[in-house]
């Protein structure tokens, strides 16, 4: 019993900590990088396109394109992002630029069949005015061992 209380202390006090090194900057940024895999997943263009820079790029394993052409395979789901399982989120915020690394797997329909891909996707916004653009997403394939470092 001593020892499942130590267990539950300490796993308390990490949560609590690992909460706590974060800014609210960087916590609103995560909150909308998390809230653009939902929008994603649900094919929610009226979401996106705001975040969306129109000058922003959208590296994929099958090439790099537009915000026009992102938001244009998101909505006809010829890549449909069914799920983004985030295993592990890092963040870095400098002046008025923040950049999201996520260790994901994914979850997509591509040509009519699901398939499970790990990738560390980089997320890079921009602050304007009071929102936040997102200026580029590039996933990078990587072993399920991968790691971010902090």
């Given at each position: 019993m001593k020892s499942l209380l130590n267990t539950a202390l300490l796993f308390t006090l990490v949560c609590f900590n690992s909460q706590a090194q974060t800014t609210p900057t960087e916590q609103e940024v995560i909150k909308l990088s998390m809230d653009?895999?939902?929008?994603?997943?649900?094919?929610?263009?009226a979401?996106?396109?705001p975040l969306f820079d129109p000058q922003a790029k959208f590296v994929?394993?099958?090439?790099?394109?537009?915000?026009?052409?992102?938001?244009?395979?998101?909505?006809?789901?010829?890549?449909?992002?069914?799920?983004?399982?985030?295993k592990d989120t890092a963040i870095e915020i400098v002046g008025n630029t923040a950049i999201v690394w996520n260790r994901i797997a994914?979850?997509?329909n591509v040509r009519g069949n699901d398939v499970v891909t790990e990738f560390t996707v980089t997320e890079v916004y921009q602050k304007e005015g009071s929102d936040w653009k997102m200026l580029a997403l590039t996933f990078s394939s990587v072993r399920d061992t991968h790691q971010i470092e902090k």
């Open positions: 653009k895999w939902k929008w994603m997943a649900d094919k929610d263009i979401k996106l396109t994929h394993m099958s090439g790099t394109w537009s915000t026009a052409r992102e938001l244009e395979i998101i909505e006809t789901g010829s890549i449909w992002y069914k799920n983004a399982d985030v994914l979850t997509a």
